[in-house]
């Protein structure tokens, strides 16, 4: 199964409370709350689901869903 934008986006705002609608793609989403033990949870479930091989602290430098795509293999 191939990990999506919008799965990434789904994902991100199921951890956050929130609807996928409201969580930007293009802005930091540690203003939307989203912190370090919240991302390397997503991280560790997109490698379970996904086999993505991304790196925690090059999805922390830019936490935002466009920057991140190109590093969990969305095209």
């Known amino acids: 199964m191939t990990l999506?934008?919008?799965?990434i986006r789904t994902d991100i705002a199921d951890c956050l409370g929130e609807?996928?609608?409201?969580?930007p793609v293009d802005e930091n989403l540690v203003d939307y709350g989203l912190d370090s033990v919240r991302i390397m949870a997503?991280?560790?479930r997109?490698?379970?689901?996904?086999?993505v091989q991304a790196d925690f602290a090059d999805l922390a430098e830019q936490p935002a869903i466009?920057?991140?795509a190109p590093l969990l293999g969305v095209a």
């Open 46 to 51: 997109w490698r379970r689901e996904h086999g």
């Open 42 to 44: 997503l991280l560790e």
């Open 19 to 23: 609807e996928p609608a409201d969580i």
């Open 66 to 68: 466009e920057a991140w």
């Open 4 to 7: 999506t934008l919008e799965r």
